[in-house]
């Protein structure tokens, strides 16, 4: 019996051209009717795929056709159905933002990999640290600071030196950037149940800007962050290539 498949592809031109002949293969249904979506394209794509269809229980099969592939399967037009039957499923939980500009207004948005908050002009951002409504840190000089899930943290957090977090943890990644006071200070694993509050000092001479899943929001003056676990996220990978063996395999390369 064959599977009810969506296919999605991004909009470069050798993952339309993948989604064409493998829908002339294996059909296509609507999102809404899929058992499981083909995600065709890179990381960026499956991210936004799966925020796309945050809404659906239906699990979400990436392939490489893009620059990066961390989350995504290698590209094969044959086998697809046998495939997508034997994949090993992961379940993750986003991180909600709400993020406040310096006029006051609220910005809300779910962040997979992680969130940041980064400097946006020329001089270091200053920045206040309570977790949990304890305050943990007064002042941290730095180019920014990120919370990331465990299946974000081999992205924007490991190339800040941050900690790469098994899938399965129930642990956050605080990690800062480019930290200057305290300068040796890398950041802090959080229980995943941690509500951590960042509050920009200085807004007007340092501003800031916040990004969830590349989400962008300008001149922030605080930005709270929380995992949000209504929301389950289904990843499928090969079998022996899931998430797990991605996130220890790449340690050691």
């Given amino acids: 019996m064959s599977l009810r498949i969506a296919f999605a592809a991004s909009r470069a031109a050798v993952a339309q051209t993948a989604r064409a002949t493998l829908i002339g293969r294996y059909g296509n249904v609507p999102l809404d009717e899929a058992e499981v979506i083909v995600a065709l394209g890179g990381d ?8 796309d269809t945050e809404h659906l229980s239906v699990p979400v099969y990436g392939m490489n056709r893009g620059t990066i592939g961390f989350l995504m399967n290698e590209y094969a037009e044959s086998g697809l159905t046998d495939r997508l039957r034997a994949a090993e499923e992961a379940e993750i939980n986003p991180l909600s933002m709400t ?6 207004y609220a910005h809300k948005a779910l962040a ?16 206040r640290i309570t977790v949990d409504g304890r305050l943990r840190m007064d002042e941290l000089v730095c180019d920014g600071a990120l919370v990331a899930t465990p299946a974000g943290s081999t992205a924007y957090n490991y190339s800040a030196h941050g900690p790469v977090l098994p899938i399965g943890s129930d642990v956050l990644a605080l990690t800062a950037v480019a930290a200057f006071r305290p300068r040796r200070w890398r950041g802090a694993l959080l229980p995943k149940t941690a509500h951590v509050r960042f509050d920009v000092l ?8 916040a990004e969830a899943d590349s989400r962008s929001f300008d001149s922030v003056a605080a930005v709270e962050i929380r995992s949000e676990p209504s929301i389950s996220h289904r990843i499928l990978f090969d079998p022996g290539h899931g998430l797990e063996e991605r996130l220890i395999s790449e340690q050691f390369t």
């Avoid at 993020?99 to 006051?104: P, R, S």
């Fill in 202 to 209: 200085e807004i007007d001479k340092r501003p800031v800007m």
């Fill in 99 to 104: 993020a406040w500009d310096k006029n006051g």
């Fill in 112 to 127: 997979i990999n992680e969130v940041s908050l980064l400097r946006a002009g020329p001089q270091a951002a200053k920045l």
């Fill in 44 to 51: 960026g794509f499956m991210l936004q795929t799966l925020h």
